[in-house]
């Protein structure tokens, strides 16, 4: 008889994890600074957890389509309703924008370090994952490398603006090539509303029909545990993904979340002001102590700690055992250890980290 295993598609157990034990940890160790992942340190005001109660009174219906919220989020891109489809957080999109392009043998091009997510849906999918390094120094997108390495199988790009890990956007110029190659385009703005002074990318949908955006309220909005995501794209493309979609992805909870956070418009900017006062005091402290943090518009830096001869592991390992810090993993970035990422988290951890620091690299 064959193995359970075998009964498996054959790129169900070869395809990389995106492991998320970390958290266990985190919740199991609630004195433990969760500097690591990128999360909002401030919880859900009391509107978004009125809103939240009011909708769970009404959980035992089954959602429609939710087109007032639809509008809403449309009119704040200058789209329609039908240009807006919702999800369950943007993991959710990454999944589906893989099951909508790619077959098994596809390629899908994207930088490495990435968001880890990305490469393993798109291998859930037998796809293959084009990972091209970012340019040394400056760690922004090698245009040119990537450019190409497409091909006939090619049929998705990821560009991720702000980028994950690095924090930096792309320049204009360069994105507008990847949407002249005619491919399908993710232009993931996760975390874009830490900077709005940055426009959004949505526009380009109406000259390109083959890009879409990603966006998520898990990051400036604080939304990572309450789950609420939208892409952005053509009608048609918008139809693609709502076949792809759940029906009722979005429950009803996380929906009324999203509107009431959305007309708060103090409660966002009270919490983006937090992250980027704490970004500019982390990255000014960094620099005195001649590490090399990045230049970074989410919130989370990336840093280059290579010079000081310590390891990824170390650094981590210190930060546990010196200040009870996670912070974010690194791999190698060409060929050297040494990098980890920080998120602000609330006064108190972020006091924390900077002990840390000091103490460890003063
Ligand atoms: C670039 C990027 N896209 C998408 C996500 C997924 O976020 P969520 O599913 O919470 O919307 C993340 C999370 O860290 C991310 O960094």
């Known amino acids: 008889m064959k193995e359970l295993k075998d009964w498996f598609v054959p790129w169900l157990l070869t395809a990389r994890e995106y492991n998320t034990g970390i958290l266990d940890k985190a919740w199991a160790n609630p004195d433990h600074g969760r500097l690591m992942l990128n999360e909002n340190p401030i919880p859900p005001s009391d509107k978004v957890v009125n809103a939240v109660t009011e909708a769970v009174k009404k959980g035992n219906r089954y959602p429609d389509s939710m087109k007032k919220l639809r509008t809403k989020i449309g009119k704040m891109y200058d789209l329609g309703p039908d240009n807006v489809a919702l999800c369950n957080g943007s993991s959710e999109i990454i999944d589906s924008m893989m099951r909508i392009f790619l077959k098994p043998g596809d390629e899908i091009i994207m930088s490495t370090p990435t968001f880890g997510l990305f490469p393993p849906r798109a291998e859930l999918c037998g796809a293959k994952v084009v990972q091209i390094p970012l340019r040394e120094g400056d760690l922004q997108y090698d245009v040119e490398a990537m450019l190409s390495s497409i091909n006939e199988k090619t049929k998705l790009i990821l560009i991720i603006n702000p980028n994950n890990p690095t924090g930096v956007f792309i320049d204009d110029a360069d994105l507008i090539r990847f949407c002249e190659t005619g491919i399908p385009l993710c232009i993931d703005e996760a975390y874009r509303d830490y900077h709005p002074e940055f426009e959004t990318k949505a526009p380009l949908i109406k000259k390109y029909p083959q890009v879409f955006l990603s966006v998520t309220l898990s990051k400036a909005h604080g939304f990572a545990g309450i789950r609420f995501g939208f892409v952005l794209g053509t009608e048609e493309m918008i139809n693609a993904f709502n076949i792809m979609f759940l029906p009722w992805n979005v429950n009803l909870m996380s929906a009324a979340a999203a509107e009431a956070i959305l007309d708060n418009p103090e409660e966002i900017k009270s919490k983006v002001e937090h992250n980027n006062r704490w970004m500019d005091i982390f990255y000014e402290e960094l620099q005195k102590l001649g590490l090399k943090p990045y230049p ?57 980290f900077l002990k840390f620091i000091r103490n460890y690299f003063g």
Request: no cysteine; net charge negative.
């Open 296 to 352: 970074a518009h989410g919130n989370y830096m990336l840093i280059d700690a290579t010079m000081t001869g310590k390891t990824t592991a170390e650094i981590l390992e210190a930060a546990i055992d010196m200040e009870k810090i996670y912070l974010k993993r690194i791999g190698e970035i060409h060929g050297k250890t040494g990098y980890f990422r920080v998120t602000p988290g609330t006064e108190e951890e972020n006091k924390r």
